[in-house]
């Protein structure tokens, strides 16, 4: 899949220095570290395919609380 013309967000595990020492999140061997990543890539192209979802949903901070929800559901 190709991000052209879209700003890409900057990776935090990269740019925290965070160290994905194994800890999995999965029973397959995902790690916590890939099982975030790959959820808040969801949370990126469910932001970008719907961004009506603050007004209909009545939140304006729609999109905050579904990032939070997803970076700390584990």
């Given at each position: 899949m ?34 975030i ?32 929800s ?5």
């Amino acid at each position: 899949m190709t991000t052209e013309g879209k700003k890409r967000q900057p990776d935090f595990f990269k740019t925290s220095g965070f160290n994905d020492n194994g800890v999995l999140a999965k029973s397959d061997g995902t790690s916590l570290a890939g099982h975030i990543r790959h959820c808040l890539n969801v949370f990126c192209a469910l932001q970008q395919a719907l961004p009506i979802l603050p007004a209909v949903s009545g939140k304006e901070n729609f999109f905050e609380l579904l990032f939070f929800s997803v970076y700390l559901h584990d």
